[in-house]
């Protein structure tokens, strides 16, 4: 019998989750806990822009 699998979210996800969660997106003009978007669909897998990084980064420090 397998066990449920417990697998934690990536060192990325995580860093993307946080990003997306504090900081809005200059690329995408997005408010924080909105996903970035290229067009009118999300990135894929949760991903965002490197410049939503840096605001988060600098609403951090």
Known sequence: MRR???RRPSRWQRR???A???ACCPSCQ????TPCRQG???LAHG???AR???E???TAA
């Open 4 to 6: 449920p699998s417990s």
């Open 16 to 18: 993307a989750a946080w």
């Open 20 to 22: 997306r969660a504090v």
């Open 30 to 33: 997005v408010l924080p806990g």
């Open 40 to 42: 009118s669909s999300p």
């Open 47 to 49: 991903a965002v822009h």
């Open 52 to 54: 939503r990084y840096q």
């Open 56 to 58: 988060a980064e600098a």
